[in-house]
């Protein structure tokens, strides 16, 4: 992993690229603060394919979800 501040990514753009395109994640700071993260294509694709898994995987009562939404939708009377 590398950290950057957002002048020295600016300046060197070329350099954090290349280390993506090998693998490596880049976290931008601005002020002493992350402010974003840079990662390959490939890594955001499995990280957000794990997500959905873990979202899958939760037991989910489809029923209490639709009541659920339907509320907003009655009159308060």
Same mark, same amino acid.
């Given at each position: ?25 880049? +976290? ?5 603060? *992350?402010? !974003? ?5 490939? =890594?955001?694709? #499995? ?7 873990? +979202? ?5 009562? *489809?029923? !209490? ?5 339907? =509320?907003?939708? #009655?009159?308060?009377?």
């Amino acid at each position: 992993m590398m950290i950057a501040n957002a002048t020295d990514f600016q300046n060197n753009f070329g350099r954090y690229l290349q280390a993506v395109q090998e693998g490596e994640e880049v +976290i931008i700071l601005k002020n002493g603060k *992350e402010t !974003a993260r840079l990662i390959s294509h490939e =890594k955001s694709v #499995e990280f957000l394919s794990q997500q959905l898994r873990g +979202i899958l995987k939760n037991d989910r009562d *489809e029923k !209490a979800i639709r009541e659920e939404r339907l =509320k907003k939708y #009655e009159d308060p009377d």
